[in-house]
T-cell receptor, first 113, second 114 residues
Framework: AQSVAQPEDQVNVAEGNPLTVKCTYSVSGNPYLFWYVQYPNRGLQFLLKYITGDNLVKGSYGFEAEFNKSQTSFHLKKPSALVSDSALYFCAVRDVWASKIIFGSGTRLSIRP | DSGVTQTPKHLITATGQRVTLRCSPRSGDLSVYWYQQSLDQGLQFLIQYYNGEERAKGNILERFSAQQFPDLHSELNLSSLELGDSALYFC?????????????FGPGTRLLVL
């Protein structure tokens, strides 16, 4: 069965510092991995995805994520955090054989000025 | 703006009632997905339709049903409502039914059952 875990409910970072939001997954086949962001009172917005190819995926708003097959991880990163990055971040996984996407529990990112 | 629209934005109703949530996908998208987001359950996949046919089912209760119409808009029907059904309901769409497709989410319908 496929699953995805976001081990941190909340991540706090100072503006200008690098940030990492962690995600690990479990699938039976090759994974398709996604990151979405949810701002207050808004729907989810797509940030980036890994399907195949380069392990480092670049996405919207300066975010990137690194696919690590041996560690079954897909951590979201940004070199320099902005206050406007404060939001709820969801990792999601789908495998080749799955008919549905599974979302993690979400990580609340808080960037302090 | 994702291009996915949902109506109504807010809905307040009583236990035992029935409501219908509506979703219009992005222009050209054939797949529609429904999700429920609540504080205790997180974001749960309910059901997917592709070009009018049910494609995948998730944690959807028997009291809930959905359909996708020929013009590709979709409706989620919630009946015999309970307090625990209070949540944010999202619709998302994607171009095809492919596993690698990006889903684009609507702004959601906030349902409050009193």
């Amino acid at each position: 069965a496929q699953s995805v875990a976001q081990p941190e409910d909340q991540v706090n970072v100072a503006e200008g510092n690098p940030l990492t939001v962690k995600c690990t997954y479990s699938v039976s086949g090759n994974p398709y991995l996604f990151w979405y962001v949810q701002y207050p009172n808004r729907g989810l917005q797509f940030l980036l995805k890994y399907i195949t190819g380069d392990n480092l995926v670049k996405g919207s708003y300066g975010f990137e994520a690194e696919f690590n097959k041996s560690q079954t991880s897909f951590h979201l990163k940004k070199p320099s955090a902005l206050v406007s990055d404060s939001a709820l971040y969801f990792c999601a996984v789908r495998d080749v054989w799955a008919s549905k996407i599974i979302f993690g529990s979400g990580t609340r990112l808080s960037i302090r000025p | 703006d994702s291009g996915v629209t949902q109506t109504p934005k807010h809905l307040i109703t009583a236990t035992g009632q029935r409501v219908t949530l509506r979703c219009s996908p992005r222009s050209g998208d054939l797949s529609v997905y429904w999700y429920q987001q609540s504080l205790d359950q997180g974001l749960q996949f309910l059901i997917q339709y592709y070009n009018g046919e049910e494609r995948a089912k998730g944690n959807i209760l028997e009291r809930f049903s959905a359909q996708q119409f020929p013009d590709l808009h979709s409706e989620l029907n919630l009946s015999s409502l309970e307090l625990g059904d209070s949540a944010l309901y999202f619709c998302a769409s994607s171009a095809t039914r492919g596993q690698q497709e990006t889903q684009y989410f609507g702004p959601g319908t906030r349902l409050l059952v009193l």
